[in-house]
């Protein structure tokens, strides 16, 4: 079966002011790929996938989810935002409702779900994320990494196409990253599509299908994580994984 990828990127140029950020990105995530994008700071990395549901805007190329092209038209971006679920370093729950009500935001105000199915579906989510008992608690009660499975239950319980990460474990203290890296890496083995900004080399390597260079605005390399890790062809990609390795 020759599916369309689930997202599409072609001759991505974005500008802010004079600075030129991406330079003709063209990248493809296939259904249930694991992409990571991984790169040095001020790379990109972070524009480019908010470019894929509209947090920033663009000047030049296209984006297509699902075939679907994402442009400025407000009811467009409102549905497109529906089916791309997006988890960032900082969780932004909201600090004035509990953990269920964080997840049945989306499926109540977006989707238009009754109050008691939302809860249905959202109590299965925060059960994949291991939060079950929690659904009471307040933000402000939880470690960064029950936080950030909330976050992530949040996004599912959208039941978006394909779930974008920046960065997920950055802000956390180390001994927390794990829980959510263990959380993304069953959601990877139950065929979510994902597109992964990390630092986390070991996950990369272990949960990706593909792994993306970016340098300054380009994707300059990409290939499977052993090929990237192992032997990356360009000398840029080298001096960049010796730092970090
Ligand atoms: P990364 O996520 O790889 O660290 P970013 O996408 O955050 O990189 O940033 C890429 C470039 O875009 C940097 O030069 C950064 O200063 C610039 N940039 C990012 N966001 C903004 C913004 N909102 N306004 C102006 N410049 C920005
Ligand atoms: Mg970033």
Redesign the pocket.
């Known amino acids: 079966m020759n599916q369309d990828p689930v997202i599409e990127i072609s001759g991505l140029n974005k500008w ?2 004079d ?1 030129h ?1 991406l330079k003709g990105i063209d990248l493809d995530v296939e259904d249930s790929e694991v992409l990571c994008v991984i ?10 996938l908010r470019c894929v549901n509209y947090l920033e805007t663009f000047q030049e190329g296209s984006v297509k989810i699902k075939g679907w092209e994402v442009t400025g038209d407000e009811k467009r971006i409102n549905k497109l935002r529906a089916r791309v679920g997006m988890v960032f370093q900082h969780f932004n729950l909201f600090p004035h409702m509990t953990v269920l009500g964080n997840v049945i935001e989306g499926p109540t105000q977006v989707r238009g779900m009754k109050k008691k199915d939302a809860k249905d579906l959202g109590r299965l989510f925060l059960e994949k994320v291991g939060l079950s008992d929690k659904e009471d608690a307040y933000p402000n009660l939880l470690s960064g990494g029950q936080k950030q499975r909330v976050a992530i239950a949040r996004a599912l319980a959208m039941e978006p196409d394909v779930m974008l990460f920046d960065e997920p474990t950055s802000a956390l203290d180390p001994e927390l990253v794990g829980e959510v890296l263990t959380v993304m890496k069953e959601l990877a083995e139950d065929g979510m599509t994902m597109m992964i ?1 990390t630092h986390e080399m070991g996950f990369a390597r272990e949960v990706a299908d593909t792994v993306a260079f ?1 340098d300054e605005g380009v994707i300059l390399e990409k290939d499977a994580p052993s090929a990237m890790f192992d032997m990356p062809a360009e000398p840029r990609t080298q001096e960049f994984l010796s730092q970090i390795l």
């Not at 790169?39 to 480019?48: D, E, I, N, P, W």
């Open positions: 802010f002011g600075n950020v790169g040095a700071s001020g790379s990109g990395k972070s524009t480019l900004v970016m």
